[in-house]
């Protein structure tokens, strides 16, 4: 079993940036691949990108093409995803989760952290 603890969350203007980290710990991070996923109120939680073992792969939800990056470090157990040009649709606590594949589905990630909210303001 893995623990997974995010951080980086908060509250920012539209168009602004956020970086958030998660940080693992429990299990070898780097045989994993890692996702974030995200999920506003009253809503399903969704894919938002995902990242392969070695970090040479990654998939991203067409939502945030373009304006978020997901990547890691093995080296210090972390997985990281770089938000920019955040819009009011983007306001939602994110989780991270980690599974065999790379996947967008909630249910091939088996380890989840307890998520941080990020809030964009219009």
């Known amino acids: 079993q893995v623990q997974l603890v995010e951080s980086g969350g908060g509250l920012v203007q539209a168009g602004g940036s956020l970086r958030l980290s998660c940080a693992a710990s429990?299990?070898?991070?780097?045989?994993?691949?890692m996702s974030w996923f995200r999920q506003a109120p009253g809503k399903e939680r969704e894919f938002v990108a995902a990242?392969?073992?070695?970090?040479?792969?990654?998939s991203y939800a067409d939502s945030v093409k373009g304006r978020f990056t997901i990547s890691r470090d093995n080296a210090k157990n972390t997985v990281y995803l770089q938000m920019n040009s955040l819009i009011p649709e983007d306001t939602a606590v994110y989780y991270c989760?980690?599974?065999?594949?790379?996947?967008?589905?909630?249910?091939?990630?088996?380890?989840w952290g307890q998520g941080t909210q990020v809030t964009v303001s219009s």
């Open positions: 990242i392969n073992w070695s970090g040479g792969s990654t």
């Open positions: 989760a980690t599974g065999r594949t790379m996947s967008p589905s909630i249910y091939d990630n088996t380890d």
């Open positions: 429990g299990r070898t991070f780097r045989w994993y691949a």
